[in-house]
């Protein structure tokens, strides 16, 4: 769980506020509570998403500071809620288009069933000591997170699963880690939460020690020093900030606007590559229905930018 002031200092009025949160927890009468949730977001003029499943709460959200502090104490008003700890950064540009409150299965997707990840998880680490588990021969460090977010940046010597989905990491560890052979296993991800599913699940496969980044690279990056750290590249989000430098700042790395997917200098070179319709990512996915479809898109792209929208 996040470990940060639910008071973050007050800024310029200029910038956007964002707020990064999850807890798991039960959660009863989820509709309902999506529904209001919903409401009082739209009411403070708060965007970006959250997610709600029995398990818990999943969240990264937009806005004011005003409102982002009114929408913690509504929620405080919720014993499952209350007291919900978030980590705070700050963007010129809103990173979020609206608001979403949606109900999903699980609040991170994993698909092994039976996890109490709010009852037992690896041990977590503070950044603080996180760079001398990395430097220890006897201890194996996991990217859980996806290949995309991996060649953008990662821990040195970190092991990459090459996993396109959050899904298939525990079928790397099933194949390429042994709880007999492996006694010591680190992990980290963005923010934390993949972590905790991830550790409880490895603990319930029988390894012993499981150590997990608290509070995710985002935590490490707030509080290492760059000149100190063994951070190297970008970190991936999940916004339309697209990727963040070891100051949290957006890179302003380009997207392809046809899945999504953050671009490198060699993307843009390929002949896959053609802006709005496709990039070596999705090309193989390109039906001649999408491409009609993309081109349509762009061709609106260039009348709103030549009316001066």
């Not at 010591?184 to 020690?209: D, P, Y």
């Not at 150590?211 to 951070?231: F, K």
């Not at 479809?293 to 929208?309: D, I, K, P, V």
């Amino acid at each position: 769980m996040l470990k940060q002031d639910t008071q973050p200092p007050a800024s310029p009025d200029e910038m956007v506020h964002i707020a990064a949160f999850y807890r798991f927890v039960p959660l009863e009468q989820v509709a309902e509570l999506r529904a209001r949730l919903q409401a009082e977001c739209e009411r403070l003029e708060l965007r970006g998403t959250i997610l709600l499943a029995a398990e818990g709460i999943n969240s990264t959200i937009c806005g004011s500071l005003s409102g982002i502090r009114q929408l913690f104490a509504w929620l405080d008003r919720y014993p499952a809620l209350a007291g919900l700890k978030y980590r705070h950064s700050q963007s010129a540009r809103m990173p979020f288009k609206r608001m979403k409150v949606r109900i999903r299965p699980e609040i991170v997707s994993f698909g092994q069933p039976g996890l109490q990840p709010a009852e037992h998880t690896g041990q977590h680490i503070p950044p603080q000591q996180w760079d001398e588990l990395l430097s220890r021969a006897d201890v194996r460090v996991l990217d859980t997170r996806n290949h995309y977010e991996v060649d953008l940046g990662t821990f040195r010597g970190a092991e990459n699963p090459d996993t396109g989905h959050f899904r298939a990491f525990a079928d790397y560890v099933e194949q390429a880690l042994d709880p007999d052979r492996d006694e010591h296993v680190a992990m980290f991800c963005t923010g934390g939460i993949r972590c905790e599913k991830a550790s409880a699940w490895m603990l319930a496969q029988g390894f012993k020690n499981v150590y997990q980044l608290d509070g995710g690279i985002l935590n490490y990056l707030e509080q290492i020093p760059e000149q100190q750290s063994s951070w190297q590249g970008e970190c991936f989000v999940f916004d339309d900030r697209v990727t963040l430098d070891h100051q949290l700042n957006p890179t302003d790395r380009p997207v392809c606007t046809a899945c999504r997917m953050p671009l490198s200098a060699g993307d843009m070179a390929s002949p896959q590559y053609e802006k709005h319709i496709s990039c070596p990512h999705c090309h193989a996915q390109l039906t001649p229905e999408r491409e009609q479809r993309f081109r349509e898109r762009a061709r609106q792209y260039a009348l709103r930018a030549a009316r001066g929208y």
